[in-house]
């Protein structure tokens, strides 16, 4: 079966009525999702999305283990939160850039925190790092670059 197929019945499960385009976006494919109770599959900051494109993409795995990811949004939502959070760290960067200080951010997961080093890459004057350790979500700390 194909990942908009599978969705498509895990949302009629779920009692979902919803209509769902499939985009090839730069990170891979994408399942965009179109329903009338869109809140409610995303949930509190985005938990049920992430929770229904955690199930898909394991069935996806289950049924061929070198499967890609796909990406599940709904609404435009995941697309608008990320440029809110580039643009929170942008900000951030003025801030740091300004005063000289460090800042630490709170513990996100893999795919914020690459947002975040993504955002300022080409920066010259602010920098992002990481923790080296294995915890699974980690903080990230912005400062400025040493010259």
């Known amino acids: 079966m194909e990942p908009r197929e599978i969705l498509d019945t895990m949302l009629g499960y779920l009692g979902f009525v919803a209509e769902i385009q499939e985009i090839e976006a730069e990170n891979g494919r994408q399942l965009q999702v179109f329903t009338a109770e869109s809140d409610i599959l995303i949930g509190r900051d985005g938990e049920v999305l992430e929770d229904l494109q955690f199930l898909l993409n ?25 440029d809110r959070l580039r643009s929170r760290i942008r ?29 300022l890459k080409g920066d010259p004057d602010v920098m992002s790092f990481s923790p080296s350790d294995d915890a699974r979500i980690k903080r990230i700390t912005i400062q400025r670059r040493k010259h």
């Open 58 to 82: 394991r069935i996806l795995q289950a049924q061929d283990r070198n499967a890609p990811k796909v990406q599940v949004d709904v609404a435009h939502w995941r697309a608008m939160r990320d």
């Open 91 to 119: 900000h951030i960067a003025d801030t740091v850039r300004v005063s000289g200080r460090p800042v630490k951010l709170e513990p996100m997961n893999s795919y914020d925190r690459r947002i975040v080093h993504n955002t």
